[in-house]
Nanobody
Framework: QVQLVESGGGSVQSGGSLRLSCAASGYSISSYCMGWFRQAPGKQREGVARLSVVEGTLYYADSVKGRFTISRDHAKNTLYLQMDSLKPEDTAEYYC???????????????????RGQGTQVTVSS
């Protein structure tokens, strides 16, 4: 079964940390560009971070640069997003995505994404 399943969301106070996980099944995330996205109520989807395949290069949105870290565990076939120094404006549903072609596609930071998970909620209180 081809799927991405996120976990690790929750409620934290401003300045706190969370680590999101995205477990993949049905394909190897090592072969695809991977990314994290978020969407707050009433707002459009926002790209947060991207991890490419060949060079393993990283890309971060300016709003999270220096606070968030994207990484990948090949053995566990899992993508992570370490989020530190969280702010109330980081509150959103977060989901991971890959360049695996599973449906509608969209572009972000040089990658064409086509498969996403269901998401996990992150709430940061002041």
């Amino acid at each position: 079964q081809v799927q991405l399943v996120e976990s690790g969301g929750g409620s934290v106070q401003s300045g706190g940390s969370l680590r999101l996980s995205c477990a993949a099944s049905g394909y190897s995330i090592s072969s695809y560009c991977m990314g994290w996205f978020r969407q707050a109520p009433g707002k459009q989807r926002e790209g947060v971070a991207r991890l490419s395949v060949v060079e393993g290069t990283l890309y971060y949105a300016d709003s999270v640069k220096g606070r968030f870290t994207i990484s990948r565990d090949h053995a566990k076939n899992t993508l992570y997003l370490q989020m530190d120094s969280l702010k109330p404006e980081d509150t959103a549903e977060y989901y991971c995505a890959s360049a695996y072609r599973g449906g509608d596609t969209w572009s972000y930071a040089g990658c064409e994404f086509g498969h996403r998970g269901q998401g996990t909620q992150v709430t940061v209180s002041s």
